[in-house]
């Protein structure tokens, strides 16, 4: 058998004697001379073996846990657009790719429906059958099926969902599953190691290794009741309702979305994290669906720049733009231009900080919300918290109504803000899905290098509010920014609608 080569920096001439001494190196050992360098080289050589034992293996919590780890086979009826919608669709393309469109293969008639197959992980979280994954894995699913580590199939059934945290809980008939339990009180700190298991790219089983990156995001996914935990453990498209364990094999999270632009892993990864899995979990395995706190507000953070304006220093929170009739938010006395800056005592960081407080809070409790108005008045509100209106029906009352807004009012006054504005016309009004006996002034012209242009506002858009005071007329504005001049405000708060029917509060400059 041949011999292999050693590598060549094993090689080297040994020195001995005066070619050792005319190089100025010391000699000793077996006649083997080494430089200064070269001893330093060895060391370091010497200490790589060490410094590699020490990083953990993950052998043996792999092995513990993974036979409590599935992969999700889902396939989804697909509806096909019938051939008069197909036109619809299709009318605005070059007639090559009509052409092309019209000749794909489809039912007869047009319409009906197709299948599609998907596919994620998910776990057992009891003996009974009861496995935890994501929401978008299952949702609208036709079939789902479960495959075991040893690959034994099973037929699952949705128990329930929860869109807002991206978690659902699904069954499967038998008993002495092998499970794995949330542990919600671990103290993750970032740079703790991690390892996600589940079934990337259809290859069920992968294990995965990281830290944790970060603690606390925020609005993953468009999501806004959930601290997300980042990890830098890969994770892929079929990782999606799969659990991130810490060392000790306790559940610390559910893996649920991946930054990439490519759709494949980058090192950022973000899961649910245990402490919202097992309240979301436990609500649905018991009634099929989540509750949550609602106060019936629409709010916005209170920035930097917007709390200056207020008068306030170093003080976060969340400013209220709207306040639905009814609500308990409207029933506690909470008006828009109010800013939120604490609950129950603790301070608030931002609109999303209030959010996933209100929403984890039970429902019929009362909670205490500290309060600043524009004027910089404080005082408390006491809210009784009412459960929060279904996805479905909040989208109902934000869709937007009606075309974008044209001015057909007489330009009346020019501002020092950078705009000029006329009274708010009935049609105005409608238009920005105002009532009737709502006053402001809209915006008919703004200097597009004004502050108010670099943040958004344009012509369009109405001014309600400004500098705490309700604006009814052109007068009205420019007497709100002489009153912020005189309490020496460099910028002034206002209520800006948008033709979509949105409000939010800022901080515009006075010029």
């Known amino acids: 058998m041949e011999q292999k080569s050693k590598p060549s920096f094993l090689k080297r001439p040994v020195m001995t004697g005066a070619a050792a001494v005319a190089l100025g190196i010391a000699a000793f050992g077996a006649g083997q001379v080494l430089s200064p360098n ?42 096909q657009p019938s051939d008069d919608e197909m036109d619809a669709q299709l009318q605005d393309l070059p007639p090559e790719l009509q052409k092309f469109f019209r000749n794909m293969p489809k039912n007869k008639g047009g319409g009906g429906s197709s299948e599609a197959r998907g596919g994620g992980s998910g776990f057992f979280i009891s003996a009974d059958g009861y496995i935890v994954t994501n929401n978008h894995v299952v949702s609208d699913a036709s079939k789902i099926t479960v495959t075991l580590k040893d690959g034994k199939e099973l037929p699952a059934k949705v128990i329930g969902t929860d ?59 468009g999501q806004n009741i959930a601290d997300f935990i980042q990890i830098d453990a890969p994770i892929n498209p079929g990782n999606s309702g799969g659990p991130t364990f810490d060392m000790q ?72 733009g709207s306040v639905n009739v009814g609500s308990p938010a409207a029933k506690a006395g909470l008006k828009r231009g109010d800013a939120i800056v604490k609950f129950n005592d603790q301070p608030i960081n931002g609109a999303s900080d209030l959010t996933r407080r209100v929403g984890g809070t039970e429902v019929g409790k009362t909670v205490k919300l500290e309060v600043i108005d524009a004027s910089g008045k404080k005082r408390v509100a006491n809210v009784l918290i009412a459960p929060r209106p279904s996805e479905k029906q909040l989208a109902q009352l934000d869709d937007p109504k009606g075309s974008p807004v044209v001015a057909n009012a007489k330009v009346e006054s020019g501002t020092s803000l950078g705009m000029t504005v006329s009274s708010l016309t009935p049609t105005a009004k409608q238009r920005l899905r105002l009532d009737s006996d709502t006053k402001g002034v809209l915006i008919t012209d703004i200097d597009d290098k004004s502050d108010a242009a670099k943040k958004g506002v344009s012509a369009g858009m109405a001014i309600l509010e400004a500098n705490g005071q309700n604006v009814a007329n052109p007068k009205d504005l420019e007497n709100a920014i002489k009153d912020a001049k005189r309490q020496g405000k460099k910028s002034i708060p206002v209520y800006v609608q948008t033709p979509q029917g949105r409000g939010a509060y800022l901080a515009i400059l006075i010029s």
């Open 38 to 79: 070269l001893l330093k080289a060895q060391a370091i050589q010497a200490q790589a073996p060490m410094a590699a034992s020490a990083l953990p293996s993950f052998a043996d919590l792999v092995e513990r846990v993974s036979p409590a780890v599935v992969s999700i086979e889902v396939t989804k009826s697909i509806q």
């Open 249 to 320: 094999g306790r559940v610390i999270g559910i893996n649920t979305a991946i930054v990439s632009g490519s759709g494949g892993n980058i090192g950022i990864g973000f899961a649910v994290p245990s402490s919202t899995a097992v309240r979301v979990t436990q609500q649905l395995i018991k009634g099929g669906q989540v509750s949550y706190g609602w106060l019936g507000v629409g709010i916005g953070d209170l920035s930097p720049d917007l709390a200056d304006a207020y008068g306030l220093s170093n003080v976060k929170g969340a400013i209220v």
């Open 163 to 221: 869109e807002r945290t991206d978690i659902a809980v699904i069954k499967v008939e038998g008993s002495n599953y092998k499970y794995v339990q949330f542990e919600t009180n671990t103290n993750v700190r970032v740079g703790d190691w991690v390892v996600a298991i589940g079934n990337p790219f259809g290859l069920g089983g992968t294990a995965t290794a990281g830290i944790v990156s970060a603690l606390g995001r925020e609005d993953v996914g």
